[in-house]
Every structure is written in C-alpha cells, then in structure tokens.
C-alpha cells in the first residue's frame, strides 16, 4: 500500500514579489484570492502540517484546514539578509552571495544542508504513516526535501524552481519516500 504526502508550497509573499530574502512576510492579496479559490480542490488529508512562518499559516487558513506547526519545517534562517532586497546583497556582499548559491549559509543564517537535514528527519518519521499527507511550507523547504530525498549535492540546490501554489508529491511504501510529481501547478 502506497502512503502519499503532499506537499503545497505557500502562496506568493511581498518578499516573493519585491525579490527580497523572506522576513516572515504576508501573503499578496492576490495570492490570498487564489487560494480561496483553490480550497475546494484540495484534500481530503488523514494529517496536515504546517512551517509556523506566517505566509505558511495563512496559506492553511485560506485552504480551510487545520495543520499541526512544525519547527523542522520553518523556512530558513536567512541572518542579516533577511528582508533585504536580493540586488543589494548581491551588490554589496557578492562572494557571500555566490556561496550561498553553492549552498552555504547566509551571514549569521542557516546553510542548506542544515535545512535538508531538519526536514529530512521530519520527513523520515512519516514515512509508514498512513493516507494522503499535506505539508503547506515555503518552496525552499520543498527544494531541500527534493534535494535530500535524491541524495543531490547541495549546490543543486539553486537549480530546482518551485513556484507558489503548485503542489509536489511524494509516495512511501511504508519503508523510503519516493518522488511521485514535482511542483505541479494546483488550478481551479
């Protein structure tokens, strides 16, 4: 019997739309209209999760379910990028920029392997857990699961695009996750 964990990445946040590090930010409206519209098309889940970042909390809220919040699933420790634009970093700390594109961690931040290595625990111990799962985090959540679950190098980690709102899959025979679908686009 196959087990199935869903994962939906969070809707859009301002920091998404002004290409800034995330700093707990809001959804967009917009991206809040959207997902009211997609709420009757998700579920049912025998168990949902939630990252207990507030744009994750919102995206559960605006779906109509309930999740339980889980530290191990919170989006990266960013450090003293968090809330700067993504063009003034590159401007003004280009090498720290360039190694966190190989995976290394933000000034006073957490590095990707760090990430890959919370979630990867988290996820392990749901492996043999019965029905469809749903893990609402932030897309670089999904992209550390996806890269830890492949056993890719960190530095892949910059070559996965997950969008807002798209939903990824995994599938557990009760002993390892499998890949099943990756950031598919949940549409009304």
Not at 28 to 37: A, C, G, H, I, K
Not at 45 to 68: I, N, Y
Not at 136 to 163: C, E, K, M, N, W
Request: glycine letters at 8%; hydrophobic letters at 40%.
């Amino acid at each position: 019997m196959a087990f199935v964990m869903q994962l939906i990445c969070q809707g859009e946040t301002l920091a998404n739309r002004n290409s800034r590090f995330p700093f707990d930010d809001p959804l967009t409206e917009t991206s809040v209209n959207q997902l009211r519209q997609l709420k009757e098309c998700v579920g049912p889940f025998s168990k949902v999760w939630t990252a207990p970042d507030l744009p994750a909390r919102q995206t559960t809220s605006a779906l109509g379910l309930c999740g339980e919040s889980v530290a191990e699933l919170a989006e990266p420790g960013y450090g003293r990028w968090a809330g700067i634009p993504i063009k003034k970093v590159i401007e003004q700390e280009h090498g720290a920029f360039q190694c966190w594109l190989s995976g290394d961690a933000p000034p006073g931040g957490e590095n990707i392997v760090q990430v890959m290595a919370r979630t990867g625990r988290w996820l392990s111990l749901r492996v043999a857990e019965r029905g469809c799962q749903c893990a609402i985090v932030s897309s670089t959540v999904i992209r550390a699961i996806v890269i830890q679950l492949l056993d890719a190098p960190a530095s892949s980690f910059q070559l996965l695009d997950i969008q807002p709102l798209s939903m990824t899959q995994l599938s557990s025979n009760g002993k390892r996750w499998h890949l099943s679908c990756l950031g598919r686009r949940m549409a009304v």
